[in-house]
């Protein structure tokens, strides 16, 4: 990788170049650049992006063999992250997890070591490879009741019960930009002589500004999955790979990439690839700049705003908007992501679900909601006029809504204070009174679409498949009923994708009211039948589908 240029995107010069040629297409893709529609009234705004989108010709490199663009594009990449090498995705980070997975569990029956609380994708890989599963506990933020990551020790205890396992593999950051220093993990694992695989697909901005946390490259992951389009500027779908060290078998992984990925990928796609690494590479944290200055003047807006307050870092009790409270020894998470603003009622009377309703009807679109939070997405794309606006349309909510007991401005009133109880009180809805269902570990952990637990944190292997469950073994019931009664469907709350309940797992009292909770509260779901979840699927008696 000697005498590369930051500056260039090869990629997308290339399509620059095959624009202006005008050569006449004798090729697929169909529409030929966007003439097909020319008699038709045109494509539209889809007229200038056919003209861009090309297949594999002389002179566009291939992104399953790459030797030209494509290949100094990924080398490009790789100095840009601080990878070995780089592979371009253009199925997401569902394609890169599901390389990887394919890659260190080759064999059915392999075991793989994760956190209980991953992506629907990393699932999917599981059954892809036939993989037995051992799941970690993640730790649990005792102010929010979210999920991060398991602990250290529990990974190395999981390494020392299971010393065959393949990988281990954790999700950071999670969806609410909640993360802790991945060092200590990757120590575990090489000392173990296994790989760390890393699902960064809400991290691919981390260290390339002083602001923002250490990626986890840098961190010494083995192998790690950034989508290049969540928190960076590429188009939907664009994603990339990043590999470090001796522990992954790189000739396979090209083989399982080239398996998983389309083989007429978008050139579109790669170009955007492309032009996000270069506009990170050339400018990097100057690049950051303007999105930075937008969350500050949140920050500063929400200091005046006492009823609103920001997820942090704090191992205690929730601090207050615009504070900066270090985190205590011993608390979840250590590292909080500044583009990931994460507001919630500290009065108790709006969910999280109807302040993103309000929100939205304001013209104010969050990322993603749970019964409690509102996660704000910014990026270096953000504006300070964008954030003003944020500010208006929660300072109108306010107004529309007001909340019972005054809150002193800065007043640190954390989710057990009176403060929220009373208010509570008045809103049952809005509060969820299974947060302190049997299970629960705080008094927020059932407000999460992230969160699972089982009373053990280390599980027993559980074997994944691709045999499908057969509706002669099913039936469909009410989830109130559903207590004691064994699932016959995967349940995954969208977003943020991860599964709360795997065919196979028992329903207990703690899960059923969290599911009744987030189906009240207005989540929606996916792999399930029922996609507003008055009903769920459970094996019949007779296959033995009660506990």
């Known amino acids: 990788m000697n005498n590369l240029q930051p500056g260039r995107a090869p990629v997308y010069e290339m399509l620059e170049q095959y624009r202006v040629k005008g050569n006449i297409s004798y090729h697929v893709p169909g529409h030929k650049n966007g003439e097909a529609y020319s008699g038709f009234g045109g494509a539209g705004y889809l007229d200038e992006i056919m003209k861009y989108d090309v297949t594999e010709i002389t002179g566009t490199d291939d992104l399953h063999h790459p030797e030209g663009v494509i290949k100094e594009a990924q080398e490009l990449a790789a100095d840009c992250f601080g990878a070995e090498e780089s592979f371009f995705l253009v199925g997401g980070s569902t394609a890169g997890n599901l390389a990887l997975i394919l890659t260190v569990c080759p064999q059915p029956g392999m075991i793989m070591i994760l956190q209980r609380n991953v992506h629907k994708s990393v699932i999917h890989g599981l059954m892809l490879a036939g993989v037995q599963a051992v799941f970690l506990e993640p730790l649990l933020d005792a102010d929010s009741g979210l999920a991060v990551a398991p602990a250290a020790e529990t990974v190395q205890a999981a390494l020392a019960a299971y010393p065959e396992a393949a990988a281990v593999l954790v999700t950071m950051p999670n969806y609410y930009g909640m993360g802790s220093d991945l060092a200590p993990l990757a120590q ?72 998983v990925q389309s083989s007429s990928p978008s050139y579109p796609v790669m170009a955007s690839l492309d032009l996000a690494r270069r506009l990170v590479h050339s400018q990097r944290a100057d690049a950051f700049t303007a999105g930075l200055a937008a969350v500050d003047v949140l920050r500063r807006g929400l200091a005046q705003l006492p009823r609103y307050r920001l997820l942090q870092p704090s191992g205690g009790a929730g601090a207050a908007a615009g504070t900066g409270t270090p985190p205590q020894s011993g608390a979840a998470y250590s590292m909080q992501d500044p583009f990931k603003a994460v507001i919630y009622d500290a009065a108790g009377v709006l969910g999280g679900f109807e302040l993103q309703r309000r929100l939205e009807e304001k013209g104010i679109v969050p990322e993603m909601s749970d019964a409690r939070h509102v996660v704000l997405a910014f990026s270096l794309g953000s504006k300070a006029e964008d954030a003003a606006a944020l500010l208006s349309a929660l300072q109108e909510i306010d107004a529309d809504m007001p909340c019972p007991v005054p809150l002193a401005s800065g007043a640190a009133a954390g989710p057990a204070s009176a403060v929220s109880k009373a208010a509570a009180e008045q809103a049952p809805a809005a509060a969820l009174a299974d947060s302190q269902a049997e299970g629960s570990k705080s008094p927020h952990s059932n407000n999460s679409t992230w969160n699972n637990f089982t009373t053990s944190l280390i599980s027993d292997p559980v074997p994944f498949s691709l045999r499908p469950v057969l509706e002669s073994e099913t039936e469909s019931i009410r989830l109130e009923y559903s207590i004691g009664r064994v699932a016959a469907e995967m349940v995954i709350p969208y977003p943020p994708g991860i599964p709360l309940l795997y065919p196979g797992e028992a329903i207990t009292e703690a899960i059923c009211n969290r599911l009744s909770g987030l189906s009240k509260g207005g989540a929606k779901f996916q792999a399930c039948a029922d996609p507003v979840l008055q009903h769920i699927k459970v094996y019949n008696i007779q296959k033995g589908g009660e506990v």
């Not at 173990?192 to 992951?221: I, K």
């Not at 999955?225 to 990043?242: D, E, I, N, R, Y």
Request: net charge positive; aromatic share 2%.
């Open 188 to 259: 575990i694992c090489h000392d173990s002589g296994v790989p760390l695989l890393v699902d960064e697909a809400h991290g691919a901005h981390y260290g390339q500004h002083p602001a923002l946390p250490a990626g986890a490259l840098r961190c010494g992951a083995d192998g790690v999955v950034q989508s290049t389009h969540k928190m960076l500027p590429a188009l939907t779908m664009g994603a990339m790979l990043h590999v470090q060290g001796p522990r992954l078998d790189r000739t396979l992984l090209r083989q399982r990439l080239a398996m």
